[in-house]
Each structure stands twice: as C-alpha cells, then as structure tokens.
C-alpha cells in the first residue's frame, strides 16, 4: 500500500450503546438497577476467613460478599436503629447471647457473649457455623435494603437447631427486599414456606437444570 493512502476507519458517533438516546437511557437504567442487586454467594469461615480478623473501623452500611468487614458492618447496624432487631435475631438463635463490637487503635473485632461461658469469645475462636449466623445477620439487616438479594446456601456449616431462626430473619428481611434463597436444606425450605414463601423446584434433566413443571411460572416474551 502506498504511504499516504491508509486512513484509519472513522468512529461512528454514537457507537457506545450508553450514548444513544433512546437506548442509552434505557442501559443506563438498567445498570442503576443491577447496581442495587446484592449477592452473597460464600462466606469464608475458615481459621484464615476475612470475618475472622479485626476490620477497619468504618461506616459500612452494606456487608461486602465476602464478609471481609463483619464487624464494621455490626456495628453500623447497631448504630443506626438496627441495635433491637440485632439483638433479636442473635437471642432467638442463642438464647442468653449477645454481640458486641469492640475498637482498638481504630479496628474493630466482634465478640460474642453467650449463656454459661465466662468470657465473650472473639471471632476467631467462634465455631463456623456461630460465624456463619452472624454473617447473614449483618446482609440481611442492611440499613441500606436492596433491591434484589440472592443467598445461595445460606445452611452451609449452620447446626440445625440455627434454620428455624434463620428463616424467621429472613422472612422479616423480606418485607424490605425481594429475597431469592437457594438451599437443599428441607427444614430451611419448609420454614420459609410456612412464612408466605413462594417454593420452586429445580430438577435435572440429562445434565440441564430445570424449573419443575409444578412449580413452573406462567409467562410469555413480551413483543418487541
């Protein structure tokens, strides 16, 4: 190609969907609203898990995902109006329990005090199931409720006696979100149901994950 006759394509105005009109302002739409979607998919509660350690301490009105700033996230709760439905939550999961947060050269650390022990215990010395509860506790008492909150298996590692309270928090949880919980736990299940819990069942056929015909929602693609 001779020198001086190659001129780069010219950028079409308008080529990022964000800056069209009409579609810009529908995307932009939408990522405000997925924006205010919350997922907690796994919380590490591990020897080394992030909840584990002191935190920063700061106000943190939502719980990151991975959990790296529970006791922030407690005390920010306890905080700002929360403190009652806190301390309910922890009593009717373990009666004569209680949570406190504590701050040394400007961390945080969780401390729990429960009935017949002589000293609260720290996070790190809390069994992984205790870690776990109190984690939910923090996402699902938010003083910033979602839109949408997803929970995938909030009964890994929890004792069985902890679903029922789990799902009274939950239920309530729900009367300020739209809360999707996906579990294998029947007691947990059977328990949301009875609080007013739509219930939908997943199969597998030949390797393909399905809604069960009984269970299937009615709805149609909307025309273009």
Same mark, same amino acid.
């Given at each position: 190609?001779?020198?001086?006759?190659?001129?780069?394509?010219?950028?079409?105005?308008?080529?990022?969907?964000?800056?069209?009109?009409?579609?810009?302002?529908?995307?932009?739409?939408?990522?405000?609203?997925?924006?205010?979607?919350?997922?907690?998919?796994?919380?590490?509660?591990?020897?080394?898990?992030?909840?584990?350690?002191?935190?920063?301490?700061?106000?943190? !009105?939502?719980?990151?995902?991975?959990?790296?700033?529970?006791?922030?996230?407690?005390?920010?709760?306890?905080?700002?109006?929360?403190?009652?439905?806190?301390?309910?939550?922890?009593?009717?999961?373990? !009666?004569?329990?209680?949570?406190?947060?504590?701050?040394?050269?400007?961390?945080?650390?969780?401390?729990?005090?429960?009935?017949?022990?002589?000293?609260?215990?720290?996070?790190?010395?809390?069994?992984?199931?205790?870690?776990?509860?109190?984690?939910?506790?923090?996402?699902?008492?938010?003083?910033?409720?979602?839109?949408?909150?997803?929970?995938?298996?909030?009964?890994?590692?929890?004792?069985?006696?902890?679903?029922?309270?789990?799902?009274?928090?939950?239920?309530?949880?729900?009367?300020?979100?739209?809360?999707?919980?996906?579990?294998?736990?029947?007691?947990?299940?059977?328990?949301?149901?009875?609080?007013?819990?739509?219930?939908?069942?997943?199969?597998?056929?030949?390797?393909?994950?399905?809604?069960?015909?009984?269970?299937?929602?009615?709805?149609?693609?909307?025309?273009?």
């Amino acid at each position: 190609m001779a020198a001086g006759l190659y001129e780069p394509r010219a950028v079409r105005q308008h080529d990022d969907p964000l800056q069209r009109p009409a579609r810009g302002a529908r995307a932009a739409a939408a990522a405000r609203t997925h924006a205010r979607w919350r997922f907690y998919d796994h919380f590490r509660t591990d020897r080394e898990a992030p909840a584990r350690r002191p935190q920063v301490g700061t106000y943190t !009105p939502v719980l990151a995902s991975d959990g790296a700033d529970l006791a922030a996230a407690i005390a920010t709760v306890r905080e700002i109006g929360g403190r009652q439905e806190l301390g309910a939550a922890i009593a009717d999961a373990f !009666p004569g329990g209680t949570v406190d947060v504590v701050s040394t050269d400007g961390y945080f650390e969780l401390e729990m005090h429960q009935h017949g022990l002589l000293r609260p215990l720290h996070a790190a010395e809390l069994s992984d199931g205790t870690l776990r509860y109190l984690l939910l506790c923090a996402a699902l008492l938010t003083p910033r409720p979602p839109t949408l909150m997803i929970l995938n298996e909030p009964e890994t590692s929890l004792h069985p006696d902890l679903l029922a309270p789990l799902a009274r928090l939950i239920a309530r949880a729900a009367t300020r979100s739209q809360l999707v919980v996906v579990t294998h736990a029947a007691t947990l299940v059977d328990e949301l149901t009875r609080s007013g819990a739509q219930r939908i069942v997943l199969e597998k056929q030949l390797g393909e994950t399905i809604i069960a015909d009984a269970d299937r929602p009615s709805w149609t693609w909307p025309t273009r």
